[in-house]
Every structure is written in C-alpha cells, then in structure tokens.
C-alpha cells in the first residue's frame, strides 16, 4: 500500500509543477478557479446525510434561462480521492460547459478507502437522481443529463452510461448492484443521454496494453476490489466499461493522449472500436502529444465536447 501511495504522490507533485495556469487538467490544477456564473451552490449533500464524500458542488451559466441541460463532471484521484470536486477541471472542461450553456455538477464520491466497488457508481447514480429530485430548485433541464469525467471520473462517466438503464448486472461468478439506494429520489432514474471520456480506464481486465505507470504491488483497480485479476477476474470485468457496451448505450465522446503512459491509450481505441461495432453514436479524438491530462485539453478538443453533447440534444 505504501508503494501505491508513494507513486500517487509523485505523480501528483509532477502534475502539478507542469499544471497549465487557470484550471490546469485532469483535477490537479491551481486552487482558484474563477468561473462565470449566475448562480452557484457549493457543499450540497445529495445523499441525504452528513458525510463530505455525498456533496456536490453547482454551477449555472452566467446567462440566466429558466433552466440548463446538465453535465455531471466527476475528477479524477484513481478512486483514491473522496474531495476532489474543487479540482474537478474548473477552468477547462467546466467552464466551457458552463460558457456554452451547461449547467454542471461536481461530485464528490466515496473512494475505495471509504468503500469497495461498486460503492463509486452508486454515489454517481445518486447523483442522477438527485438532479432529478431537485430539477426545479436548481433550474435543470432534466431532458437532457450526461455526465463527463477525467482519469478515474472518466472511467465512473463511461461506466454510467454503459449501464445505462441496468439496476444490476451478472458478470460470471459476480452479481453487481449498479443502482444502490443512496439518497432520498430512489423514486428517479438513474439513465443519462450521453456520457464524455477524458482518458478513463474502461477496461480493468487490460492496463497493460500499452505504456503504463508501475503502482507498485497493488493496482488502484486491485485496491478497489480488494482483489487480484489472477484470483477473481469476474470482479474486474464487472468494473470495466467496455463489459456493458450494447446498441443500447447512449453516445459517447473518447479523448485519450497517444503518450499517457498513466491510463494507455488503447483503453480509449479499444473503447471506441466496440462501441462503434455495436452501433453506439461516437467519436473519439486520440492526441498525439497528449499525455494523462497534459496536451488535451485545447480549444478545439473542448469545442468537440461541446458541439457532440449539443448534437446530442438536437438529435435525441
């Protein structure tokens, strides 16, 4: 475990000496991020009790309407964070939302030592529902909820729509509850309609399939599930993304750098080849310089977010 930790650490500090200025990336960016809103909520509990890992932070764009499609951005920590929503890629992936038009939440969400899988898509699912429940309060649009997420929160974003529609799923020897009963709008769906991947790892059965980050004796995917992909492999394919892709998927938006040597690339183009198999609307963006954060996210990959979520909305 202190091998994890120590490599974790490292790659935070190397992150955040080359951060970019005003929102860096990847959830580890400068501390002040000013967004413009028209309103903004921050500490809301969508689960209905007193715990930090069930809050969520709101925002609303700076154009007042009556009420906002809505984008569930979730940060990235290798599950290990339960309060990252603050560096939830405020000054990129958020404020173009926001700028375009996008109300967006920012969750917290248990981490694997607060809590095994599939605790972190419950949180998520509740999440949902509780943009549901509190649609008028909070003026969401809730014809319209997608949610997005980098690193780890890529991989929850996928996985929520992947299992979009499903309460639980059996994956050989595993029965896994997707849905869970966490909050007060258990009455709501938890379906999206549309789902952004920054660099997730969607396919736990296959991080080494290219160039990766050593963790040392345990994977976060292995401290996530308390196992070993030797021991129980079921339990990695009921954690993986791609184990759920179907005609039914709503779209999906891939962006994966070409040099993450952290999350490798061929998660994203192995995610992106079946959900086109299977007839899933996507697009993927694989940049050739882009790292596990570093390089993607320009002006033109963030307007791709953009316009493929608003094409969505056209479309759906």
């Avoid at 699912?125 to 008028?136: C, H, L, N, P």
């Avoid at 020897?173 to 709008?185: H, I, K, P, Q, R």
């Avoid at 990766?212 to 009921?238: C, F, Q, W």
């Avoid at 033109?300 to 977010?305: A, D, F, T, V, Y």
Wanted: aromatic share 8%; glycine share 8%.
């Amino acid at each position: 475990m202190k091998k994890i930790i120590s490599s974790l650490f490292a790659l935070c500090c190397s992150l955040s000496m080359t951060a970019q200025p005003a929102g860096g990336f990847g959830g580890f960016q400068m501390p002040e991020v000013k967004l413009e809103t028209s309103q903004q909520w921050k500490d809301v509990n969508y689960a209905g009790d007193d715990q930090a890992y069930h809050t969520c932070d709101i925002y609303l764009p700076k154009v007042v309407k009556d009420s906002y499609p809505v984008v569930i951005h979730i940060y990235g920590s290798a599950w290990f964070s339960n309060n990252s929503k603050g560096a939830a890629d405020l000054g990129t992936i958020v404020k173009a939302l926001l700028d375009n038009g996008f109300a967006v939440v920012c969750p917290n969400h248990r981490s694997s030592m607060d809590a095994k899988w599939p605790a972190q898509i419950n949180d998520i699912r509740a999440v949902i529902r509780f943009v549901r429940g509190e649609a008028k309060k909070y003026h969401f649009d809730t014809s319209f909820i997608a949610t997005s997420g980098f690193s780890s929160g890529g991989h929850l974003s996928s996985t929520a729509a992947t299992t979009s529609g499903l309460k639980t799923a059996t994956v050989g020897t595993v029965t896994v509850d997707l849905e869970g009963t966490v909050g007060n709008y258990l009455d709501q769906p938890s379906t999206v309609n549309a789902a952004c991947d920054w660099s997730g790892p969607v396919d736990l059965t296959a991080m080494d399939c290219g160039e990766h980050m050593t963790m040392g004796e345990n994977s976060p995917e292995d401290v996530l599930l308390a196992s070993k992909i030797d021991k129980e492999p079921d339990k990695y394919r009921s954690l993986s993304a791609t184990n759920y892709v179907s005609k039914n998927n709503p779209p999906i938006i891939i962006f994966h750098g070409e040099k993450d040597n952290v999350v490798p690339c061929c998660q994203g183009k192995k995610f992106y080849e079946l959900l086109k198999a299977a007839g899933v609307r996507t697009e993927a963006t694989f940049v050739p310089e882009g790292g596990h954060g570093m390089g993607m996210y320009s002006e033109e990959n963030l307007s791709k977010m953009v316009n493929f979520l608003k094409e969505t909305i056209v479309n759906k």
